[in-house]
C-alpha cells in the first residue's frame, strides 16, 4: 500500500492558510477533551471532599464534547481521517478514482453547505431555550458548531479543488492520525 | 406535517411525544386517554403517539415543541423552566400540599396568568397539569426530619429547580446521571436519592436500598405543551383537545393514586425494605417554604405565593 | 421521502467513498427538508446525541490508551510476556495474544491496539521465523480483545443506547473476553505445531525481574477503574476519568510519558474521538428518522412472525451483525441497531446485557473482514503487508470469535454468572 501521492501538495498559501486553522482547531479540540478530562475527575473528586457539589460540571463536559467533535470535524476532512469505504481507492483507473473522489468531496460541501443554514438558524432561534443546569442560552452552544460547520465546508471545497488538480488522494494509514474505531 | 394536511382528506396529524414507557401512568393513562379521546372524536385531528423518548431527550423535546417539530409533549415543569424559569417553580420543594391542593391552582386563575405568561414568553401552550407522584427519599437509613439527611449524600437530578429544593429541604446534593443510579447506590457512590414511587420502582431500588421515606416533598408535575400547531385548530378541535387532556388529567392522578398503593403493598408484603411513613412532613415544609420564600425572586416568587395562598392548610 | 429511498441513497454515498457520517447526514437532513421538519432540527438531534453523559466515558477511555501506549506500556507489556514465555515454543504468537490481553486492561478499542502493538510485534515475529501471513494474522485478531475486555468504547455507547448500567456490561464481557484469548492461544498451538523452523529464546530470571519492574504500576490501572467501579468509588464515567488521571501519574513518575508523548496522545485523541462521534451522531438522526417513520415497530412485528423462540432470535440477530459487520462501521451499527432490537429483545426475555455482549463480539470480526476492516487496513499499513495476506492469516483467528457468539447465544445464563455474583 504505497503512498503515490505527492509531497509539494501540500505547499503554498492556501495550505498555509489550511494548516494555521488546523493547528487553532486541534487546539480547541486539546482544550475541549482537557476540559471532559478535568471537569468529569472533579466530579469524582467533589464526592471524596467537602466542597460543595458542582451540578454543572457533566453539562459543562458534555458541551465540551459537542465542541470537541464539531472543532476538529473540519480537519478530519483535510487529514482524511473519517472513517469511509474506501473500495473504490483499489481500481486500477485512477481517472475514475479522481471523478469519484471529487464527487464524494463535493457530497461532503453541500452536507456542509446545509449544516451551516442548520447551525445559523439554531444560533438565531435556540436564544429562548436555556441548558438545564446552567441556564446557558444554546446559542451560545452552537457558535462554535457553526464556526465548525463552516470550516468543515471550506475545507471539503479546498480538498475538491485539490483532488482535480493533483489527481486522487489514496489510503496511506501510516500518515492517519485516527487510531481507533 | 405539512404534507399530511392535504393528504389526509383536511385531517391534522399530530405528534405527541413522550419519554415514558409503556407502564408508566403518563403513557397508559396520560398520553394513550389524549390520543384515544381525540382520535375518536373525529374532528378532523390525529394524534401520533411518540413515547419512551424515541424523539429525543427531554431538554430535547422542549426545544421541538418551541420550533415546531414537535406537536405536544409531556415535560417535567422543572424542564421548562429552560425555555420560561418561573414554571419550574411547580416543582418548588412543598410549594404544594398534595394533588388535590394541585388541582385547586390549576382551577384558579393564578395558574392561568402563569400558563399565559408561559405562553406569551415561548409561544408554546400548557393544556393541562397532573402530578406523577410526589417525590420521596431512599436511603440506607430513615429520613424523617430535616436532621436525619445530616451527612447523607443524596443525588438530585441536575437541574436548578431541584437543587433548589435540595438546599430548601437542608440536603446535600450529589450529581450522578439518571442512568448510573442503580450502580451508585448499589456501590454506595451516593447514600440517598429522591424521585417518584413509580421511578423508584421501574429502577428496582429497593433492591439497593433499606428504607424508603415518604416525605413527599415535591409533587413531580408534568405539563402537557402544545406548540404554535395550537392556535391553527378550530374552536371544535381545540375544546376536543382540552377536554382530552383534562380527561387525561384525572385519569393519571387516579392511576398514580392506585398504582402507589399497589406498590407500596407489594413492598410492604414482601418485606423488600422498610417503609417509612411518619416522615415529619410539617417540619420539612415549614423549612422549605421559609427557605424558598427567601430565596425566590420576582415573577418566580409571585407563583410561589399564588400556589401558597391556594393551600387549604 | 421513503424510507426505501433513503436507504438507497446511503448506500449508493457509501459506495462512492463518502466519508461515514456525511454519508449518513446528506440523506438524512435531505428528509427532514421534505418531511417539513424546521431548518436547525437536523443538526440538533446531531448535537443532542453527542452531549450525553455516558458517552463522555468514549473520548476518556480513547485518551487512556493512546496516554498508555506513548508511555511506553505496550512495549513494556511485549518485554515482561516475551521474557515469561521465552522457551514456550512459539512464544511470540502467545505473547502477542497476552500482550493485547495485558493492554485490553487500558484499552477500549481494538484499531489502538492494532496499531500500537503490531508496529513492534511483527517485525520481531518475522525476523524470528514466523510466516508473514501468521505474524499479521494474530496480532490483527488478538486486538480484538481490547474492545470485549473492559474498558470497552462499544460497551460504552451500547449502555448509553441502552440505558443499562455499564459497570455490569463491563463485567459481563470479561469471561467472554478471557475465553476469546484462550480460543486465540489455541489457534496459536495448532499453527506453531506445523512450523518447526521458528525459534525459541532462553529463560532469563534476571530479565523476567526486570522487566516486570515496568508492567506493576501500569497493571494497577484495570484495578483502579473496575474496583473503582464496581466497589462503588466512581460510576464507569468517572472511574474513566480517574484512569487518566493514575495513567498520567504513572507516566510522570516512571518518567516514561515525555511532552510530545503527552501532545501527541492529546492529538490523537481528540482526532479519533471526533471521527467516532460524528458516525454516532449522523447515526443518531437516521435512528430519530426511523423512528418517525415506525420502523422499530415494523421490524418487531416482522421478528415476531418468524419466530418467538430467543434463541433464534438470537441468532439472526448475530448473523445480521456479521453481514453488516463487513461493510459498515460498527459503531454506526451500534446506533442504529440497538434502539431498534433492545425492545425486541426484552420481548423475547433476553437479558440486554446478553445481547450487548452478542453484539459487540460479533461487530468486532467485522473489523478483520473486508471490504471495510479497519483492524485489516491498520495491521496491513504498519506491517507493510497486503491486506488480502492479513486477511487470510485472520481466518483460523475468527474461529474462536465465532465460537464466542454461539456460546453467548446458547449459554446466556454463563454471560451474566459474573455479573450477578457481584450483585450487578
Ligand atoms: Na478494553
Ligand atoms: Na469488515
Known amino acids: 500500500m504505497s503512498s503515490t501521492q505527492p509531497r509539494q501538495r501540500r505547499q503554498g498559501p492556501l495550505w498555509r492558510i489550511v494548516s494555521i486553522l488546523t493547528a487553532v482547531e486541534i487546539v480547541i479540540g486539546a482544550i475541549a477533551l482537557l476540559a471532559i478530562f478535568v471537569l468529569v475527575f472533579m466530579q469524582a473528586a467533589q464526592r471524596y471532599t467537602s466542597f460543595e457539589s458542582f451540578a454543572w460540571t457533566g453539562e459543562l463536559a458534555k458541551f465540551a464534547m459537542i465542541w470537541l467533535s464539531f472543532s476538529v470535524m473540519g480537519v478530519l476532512v483535510t487529514s482524511r481521517g473519517h472513517i469511509a469505504l474506501e473500495i473504490v481507492d ?72 485539490d483532488v482535480v488538480i493533483n489527481g486522487p488522494h489514496l489510503a496511506d494509514y501510516e500518515e492517519s492520525e485516527v487510531t481507533a474505531a | 406535517s405539512g404534507e399530511g394536511d392535504v393528504a389526509n382528506g383536511g385531517t391534522i396529524e399530530l405528534t405527541l411525544a413522550h419519554s415514558y414507557n409503556p407502564d408508566q401512568p403518563q403513557d397508559r393513562c396520560g398520553a394513550q386517554v389524549i390520543a384515544d379521546d381525540v382520535n375518536s372524536a373525529d374532528v378532523g385531528l390525529k394524534i401520533e403517539l411518540f413515547g419512551s423518548s424515541q424523539l429525543g431527550g427531554d431538554a430535547d423535546r422542549v426545544a421541538s415543541v418551541a420550533s415546531g417539530d414537535i406537536d405536544i ?47 406569551e414568553e415561548t409561544g408554546i401552550h400548557a393544556l393541562g397539569v397532573w402530578s406523577a407522584g410526589a417525590r420521596h427519599f431512599t436511603a440506607n437509613t430513615p429520613i424523617r426530619t430535616p436532621d436525619d439527611l445530616d451527612g447523607l ?35 454506595g457512590t451516593v447514600e440517598g436519592q429522591e424521585n417518584p414511587i413509580t421511578n423508584i420502582k421501574s429502577q428496582n431500588l429497593s433492591e439497593v436500598q433499606d428504607y424508603l421515606s415518604l416525605s413527599a416533598h415535591q409533587l413531580n408535575t408534568n405539563v402537557v405543551i402544545m406548540s404554535s400547531k395550537w392556535d391553527e385548530l378550530n374552536d371544535e378541535q381545540q375544546t376536543v383537545l382540552q377536554d382530552a387532556v383534562e380527561h387525561a388529567v384525572t385519569e393519571v ?36 417554604v421559609a427557605y424558598l420564600s427567601d430565596t425566590f425572586t420576582g415573577d418566580s416568587l409571585e407563583v410561589f405565593e399564588a400556589i401558597r395562598s391556594t393551600s387549604s392548610k | ?56 466515558a468514549v473520548p476518556l477511555f480513547i485518551f487512556l490508551g493512546a496516554l498508555a501506549n506513548h508511555a511506553g506500556i505496550a512495549d513494556r507489556l511485549f518485554r515482561f510476556a516475551l521474557a515469561v514465555l ?102 496459536v498451538w495448532v499453527l506453531v505445531r506445523r512450523n518447526p523452523s521458528i525459534q525459541k529464546g532462553v529463560w532469563d530470571r534476571a530479565e523476567v525481574i526486570a522487566s516486570s519492574k515496568g508492567v506493576i504500576l501500569p497493571m494497577v490501572t484495570p484495578f483502579i477503574i473496575l474496583g473503582g ?91 445480521l451483525m456479521l453481514i453488516l459487520g463487513t461493510v ?85 445464563d454463563a454471560v451474566m454468572w459474573l455479573p450477578g455474583v457481584l450483585g450487578l
Open chain 2, 153 to 187: 449524600r443524596i443525588r438530585f437530578p441536575g437541574s436548578p429547580q431541584f437543587l433548589m429544593n435540595a438546599k430548601a429541604l437542608g440536603a446535600q446534593a450529589t450529581e450522578v446521571a439518571y442512568e448510573e443510579l442503580y450502580l451508585a447506590l448499589q456501590q
Open chain 3, 328 to 412: 459498515i462501521d460498527a459503531t454506526a451499527i451500534l446506533v442504529l441497531v440497538v434502539p431498534i432490537l433492545m425492545p425486541i429483545a426484552v420481548q423475547y426475555g433476553v437479558d440486554p446485557i446478553v445481547l450487548g455482549v452478542m453484539l459487540i463480539i460479533s461487530l468486532m470480526i467485522g473489523l478483520l473482514t473486508p471490504p471495510v476492516g479497519t483492524v485489516l487496513f491498520v495491521t496491513a499499513a504498519v506491517s507493510r503487508t497486503r491486506v488480502g495476506e492479513v486477511f487470510k492469516g485472520c481466518l483460523p483467528f475468527i474461529i474462536p470469535s465465532l465460537v464466542i457468539v454461539v456460546l453467548v447465544i446458547l449459554f446466556p
Open chain 3, 229 to 319: 467501579i464496581l466497589g462503588g468509588f466512581f460510576t464507569p464515567t468517572e472511574a474513566a476519568a480517574v484512569g487518566v488521571a493514575y495513567i498520567l501519574l504513572v507516566g510522570l513518575l516512571q518518567r516514561s510519558l515525555s511532552l510530545k508523548g503527552f501532545i501527541t496522545a492529546v492529538k490523537e485523541s481528540v482526532m479519533t474521538t471526533a471521527s467516532i462521534m460524528v458516525i454516532v451522531a449522523s447515526a443518531s438522526l437516521l435512528g430519530y428518522i426511523l423512528a418517525r417513520e415506525r420502523l422499530p415497530q415494523l421490524l418487531t412485528e416482522f421478528f415476531f412472525t418468524l419466530t418467538d423462540n430467543p434463541t433464534v432470535f438470537m441468532a439472526l440477530a448475530a448473523v
Open chain 1, 90 to 161: 483499489s481500481f486500477k483507473n485512477k481517472m475514475i478514482v479522481r471523478v469519484v473522489q471529487t464527487i464524494a468531496l463535493v457530497i461532503v460541501v453541500a452536507v456542509g453547505a446545509g449544516l451551516v443554514a442548520e447551525a445559523w438558524a439554531l444560533v438565531t432561534t435556540q436564544g429562548i431555550i436555556k441548558s438545564p443546569v446552567l441556564r446557558l442560552p444554546m446559542s451560545f452552544v452552537y457558535i462554535p458548531v457553526l464556526i465548525g460547520v463552516a470550516s468543515l465546508t471550506i475545507r471539503a471545497a479546498i480538498a475538491a479543488i
Open chain 2, 73 to 119: 409533549d409531556i415535560q417535567g415543569a422543572s424542564a421548562l423552566g429552560a425555555v420560561y424559569e418561573p414554571i419550574s417553580v411547580l416543582d418548588a420543594a412543598y410549594a404544594f400540599d398534595d394533588a388535590d391542593h394541585l388541582a385547586a391552582f390549576m382551577a384558579s386563575d393564578a395558574s392561568k396568568t402563569l400558563t399565559d405568561a408561559f405562553a
Open chain 2, 253 to 288: 392522578t387516579t392511576c398514580v393514586a392506585d398504582d402507589e398503593e399497589t406498590t407500596l403493598e407489594e413492598w410492604r408484603t414482601a418485606g423488600d425494605w422498610e417503609i417509612v411513613d411518619d416522615v415529619d412532613v410539617d417540619a420539612f415544609q415549614k423549612k422549605a
Open chain 3, 86 to 187: 521465552a522457551r514456550v515454543r512459539g512464544n511470540l504468537g502467545y505473547v502477542a495474544v497476552g500482550t493485547s490481553v495485558g493492554f485490553s486492561w487500558m484499552s477500549g478499542s481494538a484499531v489502538a491496539d492494532a496499531a500500537a502493538l503490531g508496529k513492534v510485534q511483527i517485525p520481531a515475529m518475522i525476523r524470528a521465523g514466523y510466516s508473514r501471513r501468521f505474524a499479521t494474522g494474530v496480532n490483527a485478531a488478538s486486538s480484538l480483545v481490547a474492545p470485549v475486555m473492559p474498558p470497552s468504547i462499544p460497551a460504552v455507547i451500547f449502555a448509553g443506547l441502552a440505558a443499562i448500567s455499564t459497570g455490569a456490561l463491563f463485567a459481563a464481557s470479561v469471561i467472554p473476553a478471557l475465553l476469546m484469548a484462550a480460543g486465540l492461544c489455541i489457534v
Open chain 3, 1 to 56: 421521502m421513503s424510507l426505501i429511498v433513503l436507504g438507497l441513497l446511503i448506500a449508493v454515498l457509501l459506495v462512492i467513498r463518502v466519508p461515514v457520517a456525511f454519508a449518513f447526514l446528506g440523506p438524512s437532513m435531505l428528509y427532514m427538508v421534505l418531511e417539513g421538519q424546521s431548518t436547525g432540527m437536523a443538526l440538533r438531534s446531531v448535537t443532542n446525541a453527542m452531549g450525553s453523559f455516558p458517552l463522555l
